[in-house]
């Protein structure tokens, strides 16, 4: 399979389950998730018609970037942003996925302050409550968003997850579903600087039953570009 068939294929089942969960298949954004593709395959991923795509490590996005590769799809960063690598991102990434942190918010709010911008992020949920993964916990959220709404050069969008890895992907509807419902519930309450937009879930594995939970910004890898090659050690 090509990646313009692969994308095809997704896009068949994404407007699949949203007409199952009668949703509207134009307000579920296609987010491909690029790590160790080249820039010509990205390229291939956007003419096939991605809407987003998403690296994973810093160093990686500058080099691809470098390369022209996400010219025609806005660029997000979905990995674990560690602290000293805030200043790199900021202003280049549209969106920040996986914010994890008070002190995070605030770095990525200071750097967005100096360059005269203002940077939007989602919040990271460990929905899983798994020491393995970063992220807030859900009861730790309210006052993240509260934390969030004191900082000018930051405008948080929503929350992202990744749900334990599971034997079966409808095992994650239980974590998927509570995701939308800290996303109804956070969403309420009006904080400044807040605007509860997306909510970014479901990956090669699961998207189908994410969308039926409620995802409207979904990541996927290998559905798209196939199975990744790690480099053995
Ligand atoms: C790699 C990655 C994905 C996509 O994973 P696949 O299973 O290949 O679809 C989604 N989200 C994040 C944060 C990732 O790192």
Do not use: W
């Not at 593709?37 to 018609?49: K, L, Q």
Request: proline share 6%; net charge negative.
């Amino acid at each position: 399979m090509t990646i313009a068939e692969n994308v095809a294929l997704v896009r068949r089942n994404m407007d699949e389950a949203a007409q199952k969960a009668g949703r509207d298949p134009k307000e579920i954004l296609l987010l491909a998730a690029t790590k160790m593709n080249d820039a010509d395959r990205v390229r291939e991923a956007i003419r096939a018609g991605v809407d987003l795509c998403g690296e994973n490590r810093v160093q990686e996005m500058l080099e691809k970037q470098a390369q022209g590769a996400y010219e025609g799809a806005p660029l997000h960063f979905i990995g674990h942003l560690q602290k000293n690598k805030v200043k790199q991102v900021v202003g280049l990434a549209e969106l920040i996925h996986g914010v994890d942190s008070p002190a995070l918010l605030e770095a990525i709010s200071r750097v967005a302050e100096s360059r005269g911008l203002v940077q939007d992020v989602l919040l990271e949920v460990n929905i899983g409550a798994e020491e393995s993964k970063s992220g807030f916990a859900p009861e730790e959220l309210p006052a993240a968003l509260e934390a969030a709404s004191r900082l000018p050069n930051l405008r948080v969008r929503g929350l992202m997850a990744i749900p334990p890895i599971c034997a079966a992907p409808e095992e994650n509807r239980p974590f998927f579903l509570r995701m939308k419902q800290l996303f109804i519930d956070n969403g309420e309450k009006k904080y400044d600087n807040v605007s509860m937009d997306f909510l970014s879930m479901g990956m090669s594995g699961d998207y189908t039953e994410a969308i039926a939970c409620g995802a409207n910004l979904i990541r996927v890898g290998s559905g798209i570009f196939g199975p990744r090659h790690y480099p053995s050690p």
